[in-house]
C-alpha cells in the first residue's frame, strides 16, 4: 500500500543522489526498511513515479527534473476495460498511449489527463497516468444494490470500470435505477472504490420508461426547453398572411401528399408530381422552419445546442419545441404552410432537364403511411381515393427510373433492417420485428436526393454543409479483399470502388451472406459527417450533397434552408449566405458530434429495451447465424427476432478452438472444425445480464 510518509523518505534519499539511478532493493537497504514494508515500497515507487515526483526506467529509480517535466495530454478510453483487458489507450491526435490497467490511477473514461511515459516499443509508446486534469462526468446513472450492509451503484454506462459506493442513499432502495452526485473518485491504491449520493430516483430499474430516462439522464440529454425559447415560441403566429403568400410561389393548387412512418407527428416534406408531355415535373416540398426559427434567435441557439431530435420508443426529444415540430412547421393536411420547394424537371428516362428552389406555399390533401402505400403498390387492401393512386402510380413510374441511373452511377444499397418494437398497453416490448426498406421508403429517399443534391451545388460557390462520405482507405480495402478470398464474393477493384462494393452486393446469393456481408462491408467504410470541405459522398455516389430535407429534426438543414433563402432573396449578407466560414465549421463539428450522441443514446435504449425482451425467454431455443467471429466467442443473430448475443468460445464443448484473425475463424485443434461467418446454428438462450448469452444445441 502507497505510504506518504515513505514517500517523502523516497524522494529526499533520490534528492541526495541526483544523477544516480536505484534498484527497489537499493532503495530498501538505503532506508533500512523492515521486511514486512517491501511491498509498501513498491507500491509507493509505482505511485511517486505516477504522481511524477520521480522518474523510472529498468525497474531503476532516479530524480530528473528534465524527464519529469516532460508531459502528453489526451482522452482516456476505458473500452479495452469494459471488455475485461488488462491496459486502456489515451487517446492523442498524434497516436495513441497505451496504459496498463495498474497504472490508470483512478481515471475513467471520457476524462481528459496527463500522461508520462515509461517506454516506446513496437511504434507505440506505453505510459501511466499522472493526473487528471478534467473529468468527463460529474453525475452517474445505474441501479442501486445492497451487499452485507454496504450499498453500491452498478453503473449502467459498461464504459464505467468500476461500481461506485453510495454514502447518502436518501429515499432510494435496493433495485432502484438512480442517478448520483459522484463525491470522491476512489483511490485503486488503497482499493477504496469512488463514491457518490443518490440525488434522484427515476423509478425501478427495468421498467421501460424508466431506462429510457436513465439513458437520458446519464448523457445529459435536454428534457426542457428554457424559458426564453418558450417565450419566443408563444409570440409565434400560427396564421399565414395574404401578405407573406404574395411574395411565394402559391402552390396551394397542386395535388400534394406526405408519406411518413405511421408514428410520425412531424411531417417535414411532401411530394406533387406531374406528366409532361415528354417527361415529369417533380415538387420537393419542405417546412420552411427558416422563416419561424431565424439566426441568433433563442430558437436557432437552442436547436443548434441540441443538434437533432432524439428518437426512442414511444419518446421523442425534439429539436424544436412541439408548437413548431408538430404545429406551425409540420405540413398536415388540409392546413395551408409555408415552404421551400424544389421544382425538378426530368426527361422521359428520367434524367434532370432542369431545377429551381423556390419560397412557397402548399397544402397538403392527404397524410399516409408508408404502409398504406405499400399495400397499394402491391395490390393489397386500401382506402386510398382515386386522386391519391393516380399521383403513386405517376410517383413509383418516376422513382424506377431515378433508382436505375443511382444505381448506374454507382449508389450501393445494404440491407440493413432496423428494429421495430411491438408494445403493450403498459409500455412493455412484447414482440421485435425486423423492419425493412420497402419500395415506398425508397421512392421517397429518391425524390429527397434529387432535392439535397440540387441544393448542395447551388451553395457550393461559397462556404457551406455538406454531408460528407469519403471512400474506404487502402487497408479498408485490402481487408475486404482478404475476406472475399475466404468467403467466396466479388471484390474486383478493376473498375471504380463503388462498383467493387456493388460487385460484392450482386455477389452475396443468399439471406444469409447479405445479413452478413452487408454489415462486414458498412464496417469497412468510413462514417459520414458534416464538413465544409466538399469530399464528395462515396455512399451515394454522388459529388455534391447536403441534408436539405429534415429541417424540423437536423441543425444541417435548418442551417442550409436559411443559406438557400438568403440567395432567393438575393441577400448581400456574406454573398448571400448569412453564417461566416468559421461558424459553418464549429457547426459542422457540432451536428456531427450531436448525432454520433443520438446514435449512441438511440443504441443504447435499443439494447436495453432487447435485453429486457431475452430476459423472459431463457430456455428457449433458436435457430441463428454467424455475424463476427471474435477471440472470445461468435456472435450469432437469431432467426426469429432481430437479436444478436455470444456464444462464448468457453462453452463450445467439442472441440478446443482457437481464434485465427486473418481468417474470421475459430479453429479446433484437435479435430479440425471450423467455425466461420454465415454458419448456422441451433442454440439455447442460457443468460442475459449485460449481454446476451447462448449456447450451441447443434451445427
Partial sequence: MYDGNLGERIEKFLKHNEGKDFKSGDIYKALHLKKHKRRDLEDTLRKLRQKRKISGKNKRYYLDASALSQEYIGIFDARPLAQDRSFAFVLRDEGDIYISREDIMNAFDG?????????????????????????????VVGRMEKYQARKYLIPDNSLLHSDFEIYDAGEAVPGDKIVCQ??????????????????????????????IMSVICEYNLPLEFPERVINEVSELDDGITEEVINHRSDLRDLYTITIDPASARDYDDAISLEKLTEGYRLYVHIADVAQYVKVNSALFEEALQRGNSYYFPRKVLPMLPEKLSNGICSLRPDEEKLTLTVISEYDADGYILDQKVVESVIESNARLAYEEVDDFMVNREHDLDEDTQKLILLMQELSSKLQKTRIERGYLSLDMPETEYIFDEEGHVIDLQRSRET???????????????????????????????????????????RLAGIYDFSFDLSHTVNKAFQGALESLDT?????????????????????????????????????????????????????????????????????????????????????????????????????????????????GVVIAVKSNGVIIEIDKYPVSGIIPISSIKDDHYEYHADYDTLLGIHKAKSIRLADRFNVILVKVDDDIIFEIKDK
Fill in 439 to 481: 419500395e415506398s421508403h425508397q421512392m421517397i429517399e429518391n425524390f429527397m436526393l434529387s432535392a439535397n443534391e440540387y441544393v448542395a451545388v447551388t451553395l457550393s460557390r461559397a462556404a457551406t454543409l455538406y454531408r460528407v462520405h469519403e471512400a474506404p482507405g487502402p487497408d479498408q480495402l485490402d481487408d475486404i479483399k
Fill in 182 to 211: 459522484i463525491t470522491n473518485w476512489g483511490d485503486p491504491d488503497k482499493r477504496l472504490l469512488p463514491g457518490c449520493k443518490v440525488i434522484e430516483i427515476l423509478g425501478k430499474a427495468g421498467e421501460p420508461e424508466v431506462e
Fill in 111 to 139: 476524462d481528459e489527463v496527463s500522461v508520462g511515459i515509461k517506454f516506446e516499443g513496437k511504434g507505440k509508446l506505453h505510459g501511466y497516468i499522472t493526473g487528471i486534469r478534467k473529468r468527463a462526468r460529474e453525475r
Fill in 511 to 623: 439471406e444469409d451472406r447479405h445479413r452478413v456481408f452487408d454489415r462486414v462491408l458498412l464496417r469497412h467504410m468510413k462514417k459520414a459527417r458534416y464538413d465544409i470541405v466538399n469530399q464528395g459522398h462515396f455512399g451515394l455516389a454522388l459529388q455534391n450533397y447536403t441534408h436539405f430535407t429534415s429541417p424540423i429534426r437536423r441543425i444541417c438543414d435548418l442551417v442550409v434552408h436559411h443559406q438557400i433563402k438568403a440567395l432567393i432573396k438575393n441577400s448581400a449578407s456574406d454573398n448571400g449566405f448569412v453564417f461566416s466560414r468559421s461558424k459553418l465549421e464549429d457547426i459542422a463539428v457540432i451536428a456531427t458530434d450531436k448525432e454520433k450522441l443520438a446514435d449512441t443514446t438511440e443504441r443504447e435504449v435499443d439494447t436495453k429495451n432487447k435485453l429486457l425482451f431475452m430476459k423472459k425467454r431463457i430456455g428457449e431455443e433458436y435457430s
